[in-house]
């Protein structure tokens, strides 16, 4: 679900940000999610997940409050996917060329300041009500017992 959310805001964002505010965002945004949401699945699940989780777990400390670790974390995962998304979307822009390093830093630069505080604020808390709300705590069960 979280990265179905993030997926979809920042393709709308991202076109918003090459093409200007229109009436078709949404129907752009539409039309490119499925790629997006394909590649941002893949890369978190098969790269982000399995290092940034590794990293997340060396830098928490007892004494952290739990904001302080969801904060963390979000900036861990935002540096990773921001990095390669804006990595992969740079390809489809503009190729292997000698555009591809400055255009990558600059949708880096344009993506990661808008994702962090979209995860923090608005994404973590809405994907959480949603999620609980969905599967409330302890209607899990684990089938393995």
């Known amino acids: 679900m979280f990265v179905c ?10 076109i ?3 093409q200007g505010f229109t009436a078709d965002i949404i129907k752009m945004t539409w039309l490119s999610f499925p790629l997006t949401f394909v590649v941002a699945f893949t ?16 830098l928490h400390k007892n004494h952290h409050t739990s904001f302080q670790k969801r904060s963390l ?3 861990v995962f935002v ?12 390809i489809l822009a503009v ?12 949708n880096l630069a344009i993506s990661a300041i808008f994702a ?16 609980r709300t969905i599967f409330p705590e302890g209607s899990i069960v684990d089938i393995a017992k």
Do not use: D, R
């Open 116 to 131: 962090y505080p979209l995860v923090v604020f608005v994404a973590a808390p809405l994907v959480g009500f949603v999620f």
């Open 73 to 75: 974390t979000a900036l």
């Open 16 to 18: 918003t940000i090459q």
């Open 43 to 58: 890369l978190e699940y098969f790269i982000v997940a399995k290092y940034g989780m590794k990293l997340v777990f060396k």
């Open 5 to 14: 959310f993030m997926a979809f805001v920042m393709t709308a964002y991202n």
């Open 95 to 106: 190729g292997f060329s000698k555009n591809l390093p400055l255009t990558w830093i600059y």
């Open 79 to 90: 540096g990773s996917m921001a990095t390669l998304m804006s990595l992969f979307f740079s």
